[in-house]
Each structure stands twice: as C-alpha cells, then as structure tokens.
C-alpha cells in the first residue's frame, strides 16, 4: 500500500509550492498517472484523502489524468501502445517491446488555487 | 475547473524528493569507492539466507556491509550478524519500501571509505519498491523457484526496474516442477537481455558465477581496487 506514501509526497509538494508563492489556498491538485507507475488510482484518491487531514490542504480534490502506456518496438521500429500493464509487447506486430517511452508518469501538474 | 479559482503550473515528478536524495547518494558511494547493491523479492523467496552467503563469501577478500529493510522486527539483521560483516536494520513500520532518505539515514556515523560493498535488503514486496531509487549501482530482483513462473509477467514493472534477476532454491527445483525456460521467458518478455542468474544457497549451486558476477561489475565500474590495495594506500 505505497500510495499512501505517494498521496502524502504529492501533499508536500503542493504544500511547499503553495507556501513559496505566498500562501495560496490550494482547491485541487492535478496529477498526471502512468498506466506503467505501479500505482493504484482509487487507492492513491483514497489515500489522498488521509494524506490531506490536518494539512493546509485539507479538503482540496486529487485530479488525476491517466497517461497510457507506449512502448518502442524494435521490429516495427515505431512507438506503440502496450496491450497491458501486464504484458509489454508490440499491439501492431505481438513482438517483445520492453523500452518504456511514456506510462512512468507521477506528475503533479498543477495546483487549482483560490485567486 | 471550478469556479474562482485559477491554476498555477508546477510540472514536478513526485519522486523527485527521493531522487534527489538517492543521487546524492549516489554520488556518495562513488567518491568513497563502494558498490552498492540492492535486492527485492516477495516476501520469503530467500534474500535474507543469500545475502548471509553472499556477506559470508565475499569476506575474504572485500570489506561488505549490509542494510536490510523490514516491516517489524531485527530477526533478519541477527541471522546476517552471524556472517560477522556490518549490519543494520532498517524498520520501516508499516511502510512497504525503502526510500533514499531511509538509506541515507541509516548510514549516518559510516565511513562509507571502510567498504568495498554495501548490500541493500529492501522490505519482501514485489509493487512497491520498484519506484525508489535508493542511489544503487545495481538492482537485483529475485524469484524462487517455488513462486510460479510467470512471476515476472504479474509483476512487470519490478522486473522492468532491476538490473538482474535471480532465480533462488535452484535445489527444489525438481521438487516444484520448475520450468527454468518458461522463467526466462517471462523475464525475457518484460525485460529483454536482462542478466539472469540460478543459485542455490544452500547448496552453494551457482555461487561462483553469481559472486563472480559482483566482483566483475565493481571493477568495471571503476570503484578503488579493494581490501589489500586500499590497506596499502592507508
């Protein structure tokens, strides 16, 4: 259950991001999700939740965005998406394709904050 | 976007912290000529009983030292204390994975100059610990031969994260019906050309490619020459 840690990372980094421009209060945090991060998204929601109480994001709303996986074919020599998190091959030729090009993200974008 | 509220960029990885730190970590263990090698696994494919043989073997001729991760209790650093190298335990609680931070706590007071080798036990998980660099040289992710083989498929991203995989209690594996060729080939799907090692620690089958495997890739990395040499420059 990583999540909770990862919840309680994306919470400090809002924080310090807030806090160095001033203060600002934050509504949301919007994240960008990996298909290939290893991490849960009801568990990392739910887990943001927790993370939040008694900070001064309390109350604020995880956003998450979720980026597929893609993968480098070497026989086709062309970026593809992954069938699966499961099973890193080529969609187009079924080859072994195990270079990640995207689906690693854990992003926050950007904060969502009162004017 | 709700109402009243307007958005300020920060475009910033998560783990960011944490790489930071396993960087500097890093960067620590070149300058003081040690190389640092990291294990994961599930729980109880037999990490704890290599590393005692690992610590054990290489002692003659290196100075190695281990930091072994758990959720509760030091049973693991009292087994490895009888290979008689340093050893200390991290508890991490409830926490499933080392982080750098932990590392780098952990080895407050070390002379990192007094090691050739530094072995990282993570905690038994085979999710979690693949998203934190811990400042390694090397990632070993272990499989025993009793876990099934298409333990690498179930778990890709662990196995897309190590640098080695080792398959463990090579001498059940006549017991458990392993297929060694599935195994590899399930590695080799999520990982191709992935190095990939058959030990047994108890029986010792495998130990000498497997320890030889080491002491080849600290010299490639360019690391001081070890124990006698270094006892020499001091």
Known sequence: MHELSIAMSIVELAEEESERRGGLRVRAVHLRLGLLAGVVKDALLSSYEMACEETSLAGSHLVVEEVPGVVYCPACDARRPVRSSEWFSCSACGGVASEIVAGKELEVVSLEVEP | ?234
């Open chain 2, 1 to 234: 976007m709700s109402p009243g509220t307007r958005i300020i960029e920060v475009r910033q990885n998560v783990f960011k912290q944490n790489d930071l730190v396993a960087r500097a970590l890093r960067e620590r263990f070149r300058d003081a000529g040690v190389f640092v090698v990291s294990m994961v696994s599930s729980p109880g494919s037999g990490k704890t009983t290599l590393l005692e043989k690992t610590l054990t073997r290489l002692q003659p001729q290196f100075r190695v030292a281990a930091l072994v991760g758990d959720l509760a209790t030091e049973n693991d650093a009292v087994r490895l204390a009888r290979s008689h190298a340093r050893v200390k335990q991290i508890t991490t609680g409830t926490l499933c994975h080392l982080e750098a931070a932990m590392v780098q706590q952990a080895l407050e007071g070390w002379d990192l100059h007094d090691l050739d080798f530094l072995f990282i036990e993570n905690v038994g998980n085979l999710v979690c610990p693949s998203s934190y660099d811990l400042g390694e040289d090397l990632r070993l992710v272990l499989m025993s031969v009793t876990e099934g083989e298409d333990k690498p498929l179930k778990y890709p991203t662990i196995f897309n994260s190590a640098d080695v995989a080792i398959l463990t209690k090579m001498d059940l594996a006549a017991a458990a019906e392993f297929d060694s060729q599935a195994a590899m080939h399930s590695i080799e799907a999520v990982r191709p050309g992935m190095v990939i090692m058959s030990v047994s620690a108890k029986s010792g089958a495998g130990l000498d490619d497997y320890l030889e495997f080491f002491r080849s890739c600290r010299a490639a990395s360019h690391r001081a020459p070890a124990r006698a040499d270094a006892a020499r420059r001091a």
